[in-house]
């Protein structure tokens, strides 16, 4: 559902926009953020499976750093992006508001379920016999890499 809400808003903006929104290099650096923060928590997921759990938490603690990383190049990206584009009157440009407060909103979630997995996983919580917080977390971090990713596709289209 929150996909869906997201890329409602994102496409009729775009849609209806007479600019083109720049591809700032802050959207390139969140997107390496996001695969690197996407794929720290895949490793983890090796060393929970052995029961290395101070290894797995070194790769969860990369995630979560990525993500603050992820969200300073959100904020630095959105904000010097879609600055110069024009608008038709029957839209307002708020509709990319609402698509950048609500995917930042989203990764603020995902932040919060990397923090939980981690003290999970300090507290041998999450372990090789039980991995339902984590493969949450990390179906949640997929969401957000494709979303994000459908996103940079529909501004570079």
Do not use: C, D
């Not at 609402?98 to 909103?105: A, D, E, G, S, T």
């Amino acid at each position: 559902v929150s996909g869906l809400i997201m890329f409602t808003f994102l496409r009729v903006v775009l849609l209806f926009s007479s600019g083109r929104a720049e591809f700032s290099v802050f959207f390139t650096a969140a997107f390496l953020a996001l695969i690197g923060s996407v794929y720290s928590l895949w490793r983890a997921k090796r060393f929970i499976k052995e029961n290395e759990l101070s290894i797995a938490r070194t790769f969860v603690l990369v995630s979560m750093v990525s993500g603050s990383l992820l969200i300073v190049f959100l904020i630095a990206g959105f904000s010097a992006g879609f600055g110069g584009m024009k608008f038709s009157h029957h839209i307002a440009p708020s509709g990319l508001h609402i698509f950048f407060y609500f995917y930042l909103l989203n990764v603020v979630i995902g932040m919060t379920s990397l923090f939980f997995v981690y003290v999970a996983l300090k507290k041998f919580e999450i372990h090789s016999m039980n991995m339902s917080s984590y493969h949450k977390s990390l179906s949640f971090w997929f969401f957000l890499a494709a979303g994000f990713s459908v996103f940079l596709l529909f501004i570079a289209w």
